[in-house]
């Protein structure tokens, strides 16, 4: 019903997650982001929001991802119908499929990179959204704009059978301002949170409005 990349820049500590759906508002439900610990995605048949808030909780307690895993779905009652991943802050990755998820569904797990999906239109579009990423990263783009080239070749691979109406991607470093997007109802809402990000980036005023917000590098900006 989703599909979903997580990502680590390891030189920041920058994490990222982005997702797409053919349903209204995964934004609210499926990205879950900590910074400075690590981020979840949660999806499939009946998503577990607190079950990802759970997960980045243990491993603020600084638990193996692993572990902290290897808890949640022993405690999910409803584990076969989902699908969970969490990253940590340096990267450490696991996760879930659950068999009574809807075909095709797939989830790369490597250092750094997490990508997943359930009724996915064929079993490419995992593949061609870790290609994707890989691709985008060694020529040099920014976190985000990997995240969305990402999206973007899974719905070229045609991504959510029933197509994508909402999709959203979160970014935010340790210390650093939450970059917050999300498409709750389009036709093509890939496609849409691409132009937002992209409407934002070329927004002088909204770019200087960026600049002037506190963190942690400067507490007392104005």
Not at 37 to 63: F, K, N, P
Not at 93 to 112: I, K, S, Y
Not at 194 to 204: F, G, T, V, W
Request: aromatic share 4%; glycine share 10%; with cysteine.
């Amino acid at each position: 019903m989703t599909f979903s990349v997580i990502a680590l820049d390891p030189y920041d500590g920058c994490l990222g997650v982005a997702c797409a759906t053919g349903s209204p508002g995964v934004g609210g439900f499926v990205p879950h982001l900590l910074p400075g610990v690590g981020a979840a995605i949660t999806q499939g048949y009946s998503t577990h929001v607190l079950a990802a808030e759970q997960g980045l909780a243990h491993l603020a307690e600084r638990e193996p991802v692993t572990t902290v895993v290897a808890a949640l779905h022993q405690a999910d009652r409803g584990a076969a119908w989902r699908q969970l991943a969490l990253m940590d802050i340096q990267g450490r990755v696991a996760g879930w499929t659950g068999e009574r998820n809807v075909p095709f569904m797939d989830m790369h797990l490597a250092a750094g990179l997490v990508v997943a999906g359930n009724m996915l239109a064929s079993e490419r579009v995992v593949p061609a959204m870790v290609a994707a990423f890989q691709k985008a990263r060694s020529r040099g783009d920014p976190l985000a704009e990997a995240l969305l080239a990402t999206l973007a070749a899974g719905r070229a691979e045609g991504g959510d059978q029933r197509g994508t109406v909402s999709a959203a991607l979160k970014v935010r470093s340790p210390g650093g301002v939450p970059y917050d997007l999300r498409i709750d109802d389009d036709a093509d809402a890939v496609l849409a949170l691409s132009r937002l990000h992209q409407r934002i980036r070329e927004d002088r005023d909204f770019q200087a409005f960026l600049g002037r917000l506190p963190d942690a590098t400067d507490p007392h900006r104005h």
